[in-house]
């Protein structure tokens, strides 16, 4: 049986399996844009306070607040364990809880990120608390976010 036989020539093949190419790249690109504005949230590293103040944040999503500590801010608890402090971009600011031990590196004016959640109450309750590594190191993200707002200081050296 020959291809004109059949009433199908090899031209109409070809042009079937060239759309059914084309449906599964749409379909595929579709499907990784879905996945892509799912995982938008997570895929940025921190949010400053001003981030954080004009976005909705649920009550039980995990996130992580960026900035510096602010200078006088920080107190211990009674326990001995837990310590309040406030991290701010210089435009507004964030009271953070934390329960545990803080780095040794942590102090007021460094650039700190902390990872946990946004309570109710406003206050941040920090699962864990990151600080710089040297006088001179700031998180480039956090640096980033005081050159957006207008309150980028050079370091001194």
Do not use: C
Not at 125 to 135: G, Q, R
């Amino acid at each position: 049986m020959s291809a004109t036989t059949s009433g199908r020539t090899p031209a109409t093949r070809k042009r079937r399996r060239l759309y059914a190419v084309l449906a599964g790249l749409t379909m595929l690109g579709i499907a990784a844009a879905l996945v892509l504005t799912a995982f938008q949230d997570n895929i940025v590293f921190f949010y400053s306070p001003t981030d954080l103040n004009e976005k909705e944040v649920r009550p039980d999503q995990l996130l992580r607040l960026g900035g510096l500590v602010e200078e006088g801010s920080v107190k211990k608890a009674a326990d001995g364990v837990t310590t309040e402090f406030v991290i701010t971009d210089l435009s507004n600011t964030i009271p953070v809880r934390y329960g545990g031990l803080l780095p040794d590196l942590f102090r007021e004016g460094q650039g700190v990120v902390s990872q946990g959640k946004l309570g109710p109450d406003g206050i941040f309750m920090a699962s864990e608390v990151l600080a710089k590594h040297d006088e001179n190191y700031m998180p480039p993200e956090v640096a980033e976010a005081l050159k957006k707002s207008g309150q980028w200081k050079e370091p001194s050296k």
